[in-house]
Nanobody
Framework: VQLQASGGGLVQAGGSLNLSCAASGRTFSRYAIGWFRQAPGKEREFVAGITWSGSSTYYSDSVKGRFTISRDNAKNTVYLQMNSLKPEDTAVYYC???????????????WGQGTQVTVSS
């Protein structure tokens, strides 16, 4: 499966963005999808994830209550709705696919190219 993240941009603190992760390939619905982010000088970290069916989601503590992950398998797309954005959310955001929903970066086999999110104070 090939993944492409989009929807990033520049937003003021308190604003919102909706990221999309579009997939190609007929097996997309078999994969859990995770969103990760990497800020300058920092390691890539897990942000949110969703199982292949969409029945379960998982969030890091830093985004819980502000971000919502969802998916539409008919459109081969996973979304990350980001509300109440903070300057510390500034990073390149990546989506990745794996057979299981786990927060471990090394477990994900398929990665999109990333989209930049910048939150100004």
């Amino acid at each position: 499966v090939q993944l492409q993240a989009s929807g990033g941009g520049l937003v003021q603190a308190g604003g919102s963005l909706n990221l999309s992760c579009a997939a190609s390939g007929r097996t997309f619905s078999r994969y859990a999808i995770g969103w990760f982010r990497q800020a300058p000088g920092k390691e890539r970290e897990f942000v949110a994830g969703i199982t292949w069916s969409g029945s379960s989601t998982y969030y890091s503590d830093s985004v819980k209550g502000r971000f919502t992950i969802s998916r539409d398998n008919a459109k081969n797309t996973v979304y990350l709705q980001m509300n109440s954005l903070k300057p510390e959310d500034t990073a390149v955001y990546y989506c990745a696919g794996n057979t299981l929903l786990v927060p471990s970066i090394s477990s994900y086999d398929y990665w999109g190219q990333g989209t930049q999110v910048t939150v100004s104070s």
